[in-house]
């Protein structure tokens, strides 16, 4: 799997430049664009945080589990509902 790409499109959908996501990891701007460009071997710790600074976590949990992102999306909201409501009559209780 090319994770260039995706690397790329979390950034974005941060509204992230390059420069701005380089000084958040603590890695050089031409290191993002390797990485980007699928010319870097991406380290298992960089994505984790890489999702973490574009707020892309349920883009994290797709790709691990092979999955559609939109699915694990609507799952992971489902799930909060579901623990909030649960919080909700826990309280009430």
């Given at each position: 799997?090319?994770?260039?790409a995706?690397?790329k499109?979390?950034?974005?959908?941060?509204?992230m430049?390059?420069?701005?996501?380089a000084e958040?990891?603590?890695?050089?701007?031409?290191?993002?664009?390797?990485l980007?460009?699928?010319?870097?071997?991406?380290?298992?710790?960089?994505?984790?945080?890489w999702a973490?600074?574009?707020?892309?976590?349920?883009?994290?949990?797709a790709?691990?589990?092979?999955?559609?992102?939109?699915?694990?999306?609507?799952m992971?909201?489902?799930?909060?509902?579901t623990?909030?409501?649960i919080?909700?009559?826990?309280?009430?209780?």
């Amino acid at each position: 799997m090319e994770f260039g790409a995706v690397l790329k499109r979390m950034r974005k959908q941060a509204g992230m430049s390059q420069e701005c996501i380089a000084e958040r990891l603590h890695i050089s701007r031409s290191n993002v664009s390797r990485l980007e460009g699928n010319k870097l071997e991406l380290k298992a710790a960089d994505l984790i945080k890489w999702a973490k600074e574009t707020n892309s976590q349920d883009v994290l949990v797709a790709l691990v589990l092979n999955v559609d992102v939109a699915g694990v999306t609507h799952m992971l909201s489902s799930l909060l509902q579901t623990a909030g409501t649960i919080i909700k009559l826990g309280g009430i209780l």
